[in-house]
């Protein structure tokens, strides 16, 4: 696979909803809150399939319905466009 261009976090969230820039560091963040456990761990067992396919993994956090989500790419040290994808699959899926 070749190695992703960093595109920056601002140019990332200019094509997304509802995601920030992470403090520190060129990453993007959203947190997503469901109806219960069951559904956030649905949604994040959807993410993780999806992920793996794509070779390109979320960090995340869960508590209960809530969903705390970081992207970035190791491979350029900072926000690709592989996030931005992946950001776009997570907002499709969690409704
Ligand atoms: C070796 C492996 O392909 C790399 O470490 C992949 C795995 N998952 C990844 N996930 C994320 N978010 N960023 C990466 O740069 C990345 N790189």
Redesign the pocket.
């Known amino acids: 696979?070749t190695r992703?261009a960093k595109i920056g976090a601002a140019a990332a969230l200019a094509q997304l909803e509802g995601w920030t820039g992470a403090d520190g560091k060129d990453a993007i963040e959203k947190t997503y809150r469901f109806a219960d456990f069951n559904a956030a761990f649905g949604f994040m067992t959807r993410v993780a399939i999806e992920a793996d396919k794509r070779?390109?993994?979320?960090e995340w956090f869960n508590v209960y319905n809530r969903v705390e989500v970081t992207?970035?790419?190791?491979?350029c040290d900072g926000v690709s466009e592989?996030?931005v994808q992946l950001a776009k699959f997570m907002d499709a899926i969690a409704g």
């Open positions: 696979m992703p070779d390109h993994h979320p992207l970035t790419t190791h491979d592989r996030d």
